[in-house]
């Protein structure tokens, strides 16, 4: 069969990664979780400037240093930055506050959107993020963009941080959920906007299931 490449783009906080990866372990594909990669540079950039304030110049001469590879483990996927699990410190809140202006950055998205580039040639790949079917794959076979409301992606936002052991309040979720969706859809380098060929799921009041339904029903029509 045809190995097809799978967009799904969106909102902060809509449930893009869940799907991505239940859908590429039901066709076998690799998932790519591209803002892993943004939140790894930004991981990187506050490491490199201790007093929380990232410079921007130093990161972006030191971004051929910043070798990120992926690995699948019983505890989910697992981002290594230059050799070292980084999973969890790049979901902290320090990280969610800088992530949307590091990705504003073109030399930046430059860097990350040619990786992701070489990582889908082979096809049979799922990865989501926000500028996946306009930018990185316009010529993706199947394209998503998923939209909820901002409290909906907040509550699940929220209620995902304190599992994780992320004492934040609600109200801080939320603010966050909002500002980075400003920044990333106002930004001048691939800011986040629909592809005119991507399918639009409004998730608010769907479960996990019922969106894997409605896009499986899809990517079944183009795989034949
Ligand atoms: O999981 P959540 O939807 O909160 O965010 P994410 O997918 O981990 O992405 C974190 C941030 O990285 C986003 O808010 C964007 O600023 C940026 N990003 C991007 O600009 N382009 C992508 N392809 C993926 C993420």
Known sequence: MNKIIIAIDGYAATGKSTIAKRIAKKLNYIYIDTGAMYRAVSYFGLQQSPEGKINFTKLIASLPEIKIHFENSEKGLQTFINGENRSL??????????????????????????????????KGIVMDGRDIGTVVFPEAECKFFLTAAPEIRAQRRHKEQL??????????????????????????????????????????????????????????????
């Open 89 to 122: 410190q790049i979901r902290e809140s320090r990280v969610n506050e800088v992530v949307s202006v590091v990705a504003s950055v073109r030399e930046i998205r430059e860097f990350l959107v040619e990786q992701q580039r070489i990582m889908g040639n082979e």
């Open 163 to 224: 599992e994780a052991g992320n004492n934040e309040s609600f109200e801080a979720v939320l603010a966050n959920v909002k500002s980075r969706d400003h920044q990333d859809s106002t930004r001048v380098t691939s800011p986040l906007t629909k592809a005119s060929d991507a399918i639009e799921v409004e998730v608010s009041h769907l479960t996990i299931e019922e969106v894997l339904q409605k896009l499986q029903y899809h990517i079944d029509k183009k795989l034949g």
